[in-house]
């Protein structure tokens, strides 16, 4: 049976990072979707919106030869994109590990036979990072 997995993420000013766990996560699963959260959900979680469009986002996602599938993901609740997707397997940053969102997750998910695999996070480089770095240059 083919194994299904789901690498939610903003993927703003796309990066090693994001491109760490993306390849990662494809050599988990057999078939990879990668969920390219919307700018009124990020804007919500974080205060701001990211700096590249949606739109634009899913495209460069698109782009990868790593990734079957891409899909918007509209909800902060990565339990909510499982009734939509069914998927086995959710990939995060190990930042999100021990977290009472993560370990909520980790529950539900485990209800429906479904888990979270989490990666280490990449400390070298991130969206946050580079934002202030940007916003430091104006």
């Not at 299904?4 to 996560?25: E, K, S, T, W």
């Not at 919106?49 to 634009?56: D, I, S």
């Not at 030869?65 to 940053?93: A, C, H, P």
Request: aromatic content about 8%.
């Amino acid at each position: 049976m083919a194994i299904v997995g789901y690498a939610p993420g903003v993927y703003d000013m796309f990066h090693i990072g994001h491109l760490n766990i993306l390849r990662r996560a494809r050599e988990h699963c057999d078939h990879l979707i990668a969920g390219v959260v919307e700018d009124d959900v990020v804007t919500r979680i974080k205060g701001r919106p990211p700096v590249v469009p949606h739109q634009e986002r899913m495209d460069v996602i698109r782009a990868l030869d790593l990734v079957d599938e891409v899909i918007s993901d509209w909800s902060s609740d990565k339990f909510e994109m499982w009734k939509q997707l069914r998927y086995d397997v959710l990939f995060k940053g190990d930042d999100w590990k021990g977290t009472e969102k993560g370990t909520r997750l980790e529950r539900l998910l485990g209800e429906v036979g479904a888990q979270v695999h989490y990666f280490p996070y990449t400390a070298s480089t991130s969206s946050t990072d580079l934002r202030r770095l940007l916003e430091g240059m104006s």
